[in-house]
């Protein structure tokens, strides 16, 4: 009888042990679990309010060109503020001015857009061209942005190449160094008919002397797609960048020039992919 009572009382305490097992194992799950949970309501994962969770709302950005952007830099690279007004710029951008913010002014990261209640949209435009940037409502009158570099910046967002111009978005001028008359009139009459836009006809105003050259092609740094466009219609031409600040460029018409290549024979040039709206996203309230 004994025996028998000794063995009950060693299966009770083995139940008793392994319930207090269990205990052990499922309460820190429950407590882990409750946590998560409770943070997952934190950080708004899980919405008890019942509410659908608030998305951004995209519509058509307004147009780069329309409203007036100021940049100014507030980091030690020197000519960094220079630097970013010309590649907005290019990018469509009205830069109006660019200099060195006010002393004191200090931007940990990449960079600042600043914009009046009118100027959302338009900070929002200019911030997503630059990685880490953030908008701040400074209640500004107008549509006008203001960008502030901060120590945090590394660059604009990148871009794809821009497709060459077509020959109607180039304008050139033709000039002649020959003793030929009216031979740049019969030139500026072959670009034409390409579809060029030609500006000026006449003798090279700065008297370049090409007894060897077919022709030179002159042109700025923001001229060099234009210029090699150009060039595909004369391939013995010669490339030469100057300095000027636009977008034109000069057929210089040499000794050896006799005429256009035959249009059969121009490269075509790629197919222009189809452009799309550009949006933004205004965040959530």
């Known amino acids: 009888m004994a025996v028998k009572d ?20 499922t309460l820190p799950g429950l407590v882990l679990g409750t946590g998560s949970i409770a943070a997952a309501f934190g950080v708004g994962l899980f919405d008890h309010s019942g509410k659908p969770a608030c998305q951004p709302v995209r519509v058509l950005a307004p147009a780069r060109s329309s409203f007036a952007l100021t940049v100014l830099n507030s980091a030690e690279t020197p000519g960094e503020a220079a630097k970013v007004a010309r590649d907005l710029t290019k990018r469509g951008f009205d830069v109006v001015s660019y200099s060195n913010a006010p002393e004191g002014v200090y931007i940990k990261r990449s960079a600042m857009v600043y914009h009046g209640p009118e100027g959302s949209d338009q ?3 200019v911030a997503a061209q630059i990685p880490g940037s953030r908008v701040y409502d400074d209640g500004r009158a107008g549509e006008s942005v203001e960008v502030v570099l901060g120590y945090g910046f590394t660059g604009l967002v990148a871009v794809p190449p821009a ?22 009139s019969q030139a500026a009459t072959q670009v034409r008919s390409r579809g060029f836009v030609v500006g000026q006809i006449g003798n090279d105003p700065i008297r370049s ?14 001229g060099t797609d234009a210029a090699k466009v150009l060039q595909s219609h004369l391939p013995g031409a010669r490339m030469q960048q100057d300095e000027r600040a636009t977008k034109d460029v ?26 799309q709206p550009e949006m933004v996203a205004r965040p959530c309230d």
Request: proline share 13%; charged share 20%.
């Open 6 to 25: 000794e063995a009950q009382a060693s299966r009770s305490f083995r139940v008793r042990q392994w319930r207090r097992a269990a205990v052990l194992v």
């Open 209 to 222: 002397f090409l007894p060897d050259d077919v022709a030179v092609i002159r042109f700025g740094p923001d």
């Open 250 to 275: 000069d057929l210089v018409l040499g000794n050896g020039f006799d005429s256009l290549l035959p249009l059969d024979r121009v490269p075509a040039q790629p197919a222009r992919p189809p452009v």
């Open 123 to 125: 900070a929002l435009l």
């Open 163 to 184: 497709p060459p111009p077509l020959p109607s978005e180039i304008t050139v001028n033709v000039y002649n160094t020959t003793w030929r008359e009216g031979l740049a």
